[in-house]
C-alpha cells in the first residue's frame, strides 16, 4: 500500500478499509503519519477514520516521539469517548511531558472509557488519571 492508498482507506471510514490502512502503517512510513496527522483531527471525518488514524499513528510512537504526540495531542478534544481514551493510551505509553496540561484538562471527564472492557469500567477521567501517573512516573525514573 502506498501514502495515497493508505489516507484513501482511511478516508473511506469504512472499518475494513480502515484496519487494513492502520495495519500497513509501519510499512508506508512517513506519508502514513502525514496522512493520520490530518484526519485525526478533522472534525468532518468519520469515528473510525478518527480512530484508526490513531492507531496508525501510535505505531511510531518510538520512532518519532515528539511528531506523534504532537498529532495525538488535539485528538484528546475530540466529540468521542472512544477516540480521546485512544489518545489516552498513546500517551501513557509514550510519557510526553508536553501532553501534561492537555491530559489534565480531561480529569473531570466522567464519560465512560468505551475502549475499556473490565468489570469496573472506568470513566475517561480515570484513563487520565492513568496517563498523568505513567508520565510522573517517568520523570521519577529519570
Do not use: Y
Request: glycine residues 6%.
Amino acid at each position: 500500500m502506498n501514502a495515497l492508498e493508505f489516507r484513501e482507506n482511511l478516508e473511506s471510514g469504512d472499518l475494513a478499509r480502515c484496519t487494513a490502512a492502520a495495519a500497513a502503517a509501519l510499512q508506508v512510513g512517513d506519508g502514513a503519519i502525514d496522512a493520520a496527522a490530518v484526519l485525526v483531527t478533522d472534525r468532518g471525518r468519520s469515528r473510525n477514520t478518527r480512530f484508526w488514524s490513531l492507531e496508525a499513528l501510535g505505531q511510531f510512537s518510538e520512532r518519532r516521539p515528539s511528531r506523534i504526540a504532537a498529532a495525538v495531542v488535539p485528538a484528546l478534544a475530540d466529540q468521542d469517548a472512544g477516540v480521546r481514551a485512544v489518545a489516552l493510551q498513546i500517551l501513557a505509553r509514550m510519557r510526553p511531558r508536553e501532553a501534561v496540561e492537555a491530559i489534565t484538562q480531561l480529569l473531570g471527564d466522567t464519560t465512560r472509557d468505551p475502549t475499556d472492557w473490565s468489570d469496573s469500567p472506568r470513566s475517561i477521567g480515570d484513563a487520565a488519571q492513568e496517563a498523568l501517573s505513567a508520565i510522573e512516573q517517568s520523570k521519577a525514573d529519570a
